[in-house]
């Protein structure tokens, strides 16, 4: 790989693979949205903040001989500006993304579309735990059972009524999940379907004190832009060019 990569991050495999990327001696930039007041840093070289939107991200990638988005699976505004100043000025972009979850055997999962729905499947309920970061909670101000929200920093109002706030980065084993989630007597777990191994022990620790789990499934993924599920597809893809 000649030229200089430009890794959009915010998760593990962006920091995996500019850790690879600096091993094998190529040139490369991690960006970071700088939502997180003190982020696990890659190797390499990094930047921080908003580009200013599409046609910012465009003048960023003059020099850059290929873009990889490996930004969050729910971070659709930064997919899309990608794909659109990927297209703009011709540079190869690559979308690294992981597989989402799939049941098994005594998993009761609920799918919703959005954070909303999510919301309204979990409003019966009287002890709710959100795992859906800082983001978006306003979609369940409205909740009147007790929730538990765990974030890395602390999350902005509006709240639900009856909060209690767990400030914690995983990645958290089953032994921890399952402490929280008996500590707290909650009935029902709501998660993004990020995949991965690093945020997948909540799933397993509702599996076996049999709570169901509400999940938001992924926004769809711009059209035409090829998708490396794991930090090896990425290096190769990369190596391709
Ligand atoms: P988003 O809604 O898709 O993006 C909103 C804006 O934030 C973008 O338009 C861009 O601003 C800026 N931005 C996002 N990612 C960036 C990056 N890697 N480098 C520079 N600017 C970035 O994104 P989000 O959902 O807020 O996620 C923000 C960051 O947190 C991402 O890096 C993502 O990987 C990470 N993250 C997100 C989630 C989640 O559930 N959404 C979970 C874990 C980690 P400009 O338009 O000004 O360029």
Redesign the pocket.
């Known amino acids: 790989m000649t030229g200089r990569v430009l890794v959009?991050?915010?998760?593990g495999e962006?920091r995996w693979l500019a850790e690879r990327l600096v091993a094998d001696g190529v040139d490369v930039t991690?960006?970071?949205?700088?939502?997180?007041a003190d982020p696990v840093l890659p190797p390499g070289a990094v930047?921080?903040?908003?580009?200013?939107?599409?046609e910012?991200?465009a003048a960023a990638l003059a020099g850059v001989a290929a873009l990889v988005d490996?930004?969050?699976?729910?971070?659709?505004?930064?997919?899309?500006?990608a794909a659109a100043a990927a297209a703009a000025t011709g540079t190869p972009l690559l979308r690294l993304q992981r597989p989402g979850w799939t049941p098994r055997p005594g998993d009761d999962w609920r799918w919703a579309d959005t954070l909303d729905d999510a919301a309204a499947a979990v409003a019966g309920f009287g002890s709710v735990f959100l795992t859906?970061?800082r983001?978006?909670l306003a979609a369940f101000a409205r909740l009147r059972g007790r929730c538990l929200v765990r974030s890395v920093d602390p999350p902005d109002p509006p709240l639900p009524e009856r909060t209690t706030v767990l400030l914690a980065r995983g990645p958290f084993t089953v032994a921890d999940e399952l402490a929280v989630l008996r500590e707290h007597a909650v009935e029902v777990v709501v998660a993004?379907d990020?995949g991965g191994p690093m945020t997948a022990a909540k799933l397993t620790a509702a599996r076996e004190l049999e709570l169901p789990v509400v999940l938001v499934r992924r926004p769809p993924l711009p059209p035409g832009v090829p998708v490396a599920a794991t930090v090896e597809e990425a290096l190769a893809w990369l190596r391709a060019r």
């Open positions: 959009l991050g915010g998760t962006a991690s960006s970071l949205a700088g939502r997180v930047r921080v903040g908003g580009f200013g939107g599409a910012g991200l490996a930004t969050h699976p729910f971070a659709a505004t930064m997919t899309a500006h859906t970061g983001q978006g993004k990020s």
